[in-house]
């Protein structure tokens, strides 16, 4: 996803079209140039560095996010390459949260609340279950199909649904339409970034 030209030491590192990978691919390879003794410099196409991750302030002062990205303490690629910059202890970690704006009451939000303590994906599931807000108690059991085989197959069942949509999944598992209104837009399930999306702030 990147090209460079060789200039002695020095590399020019050119992002590709996709924001979502450039920034990460030219950031860590940059890191990893300087390490080894280049000089890299990063042509970015936008006025603004970060690419999906990208945050800036507003006239009025306001930051505003570029879009949904989040870091998980599952990510170990990503806390090693912290760590070799020295600026692990520069992380503040949230609340694990998800906040969803509800269609069905404009200006209203309710939020999963992951419990501390609990492994993936059982936190999820107890997140799931304890929120009274925007799916019944009858939903949440048409979910079970769909879902216990991720929790107790993981990735090798994600894997085996790559070429459903996320509305096609949840026709073959029998999922209610209420997770179409509320949650998601149709999209690939697995492996194709930005193709699908859920409503959340």
């Given at each position: 996803h990147l090209s460079y030209v060789r200039r002695t030491?020095?590399?020019?590192?050119?992002?590709?079209?996709?924001?979502?990978?450039t920034y990460h691919a030219s950031s860590i390879t940059s890191q990893y140039l300087v390490d080894a003794g280049y000089e890299p410099t990063v042509f970015e196409a936008r006025g603004v560095?970060?690419?999906?991750?990208?945050?800036?302030?507003?006239?009025?002062g306001d930051w505003i996010e570029t879009g949904l990205h989040i870091f998980f303490g599952a990510y170990p690629n990503m806390l090693n390459?912290?760590?070799?910059l020295g600026i692990e202890d520069r992380l503040q970690w949230k609340d694990h949260r998800m906040t969803f704006a509800m269609p069905s009451v404009p200006g209203t939000f309710t939020s999963f609340e992951f419990p501390e303590g609990v492994p993936a994906p059982f936190n999820m599931a107890a997140a799931i279950l304890t929120n009274t807000e925007m799916l019944s108690f009858g939903d949440k059991l048409k979910m079970v199909p769909g879902?216990?085989?991720m929790m107790l197959e993981g990735q090798s069942f994600i894997d085996e649904q790559d070429e459903l949509s996320v509305l096609e999944f949840m026709k073959k598992y029998g999922m209610p339409g209420t997770i179409k209104s509320q949650f998601v837009r149709d999209g690939p399930m697995a492996r194709r970034p930005g193709k699908w999306g859920v409503r959340a702030l």
């Open positions: 030491t020095h590399l020019n590192l050119i992002n590709n079209s996709n924001p979502t990978l560095l970060g690419g999906k991750v990208s945050a800036w302030q507003d006239k009025d390459l912290f760590a070799e879902l216990l085989p």
